[in-house]
């Protein structure tokens, strides 16, 4: 299985902040990585797909970049509800996974 | 509109069968596999498998195989998870999402809380 690891864990930041996350992978995906965000009690939403793509309807703020095993999410100017934890997931092979999460907290 | 509507939460106990449902609608459901993901309380996302449900095959989590069964019922566009006896450990919630050509999920169920408890 390819294992997916994201750093940080948890971060706290003001609005306003630029925010990055990364993940990597155990093995090269190209750029089959995809990133979520899910707020509490919800399901998740597809924010980047193809390492890159922006999920139509999703604000521009997001974006995402890398290929291979070393992947980011970015959100360029943190808002109140950007609130959540954000997964990777790589759709390169069978079984799909996922990161372990990265929550952030406003301050 | 494309919507995925699951079916309402379960209590069961113990060595009991269960089966939960995922409606699709708003697109041509044979089109697009059906991923199943499972989140246990205060846990992050486990991806639990896929069908195509133009010829039904499906892939399993290791972790999930042999456990749980994925199928659909095509005539009402309906893709169901099933165990034949839930354990403690199956107690989660466990979204089903649209899986395109890249297998990015853009579209998600609301979830399905399975509470398993004697």
């Known amino acids: 299985d390819i294992q997916m690891t994201q750093s940080p864990s948890s971060l706290s930041a003001s609005v306003g902040d630029r925010v990055t996350i990364t993940c990597r992978a155990s093995?090269?995906?190209?750029?089959?990585l995809n990133w979520y965000q899910q707020k509490p009690g919800k399901a998740p939403k597809l924010l980047i797909y193809?390492?890159?793509s922006l999920q139509s309807g999703v604000a521009s703020r997001f974006s995402g970049s890398g290929s291979g095993t070393d992947f980011t999410l970015t959100i360029s100017s943190l808002q109140p509800e950007d609130l959540a934890t954000y997964y990777c997931?790589?759709?390169?092979?069978?079984?799909?996974?996922f990161g372990q999460g990265t929550t952030v907290e406003i301050k | 509109e494309v919507q995925l509507v699951q079916s309402g939460a379960e209590v069961k106990k113990p060595g009991e069968s269960l089966r939960i449902s995922c409606k699709g609608s708003?697109?041509?459901?044979?089109?697009?596999?059906i991923t199943w993901v499972r989140q246990m309380p205060g846990k992050g996302l486990e991806w639990v498998g896929r069908?195509?449900?133009?010829?039904?095959?499906?892939n399993y989590s290791p972790s999930f195989r042999g456990h749980v069964t994925i199928s659909t019922d095509n005539s009402i566009a309906t893709a169901y998870l099933q165990w034949s006896s839930v354990k403690a450990s199956d107690t989660a919630m466990y979204f089903c999402?649209?899986?395109?050509?890249?297998?990015?999920?853009?579209?998600w169920g609301q979830g399905t809380l399975v509470t398993v408890s004697s």
């Open positions: 999402a649209t899986c395109g050509g890249d297998c990015y999920s853009d579209y």
């Open positions: 708003g697109y041509t459901f044979t089109n697009y596999w």
């Open positions: 069908i195509d449900p133009h010829d039904s095959y499906t």
């Open positions: 093995q090269n995906i190209r750029t089959y």
């Open positions: 193809g390492a890159s």
């Open positions: 997931q790589q759709s390169h092979s069978s079984p799909l996974t």
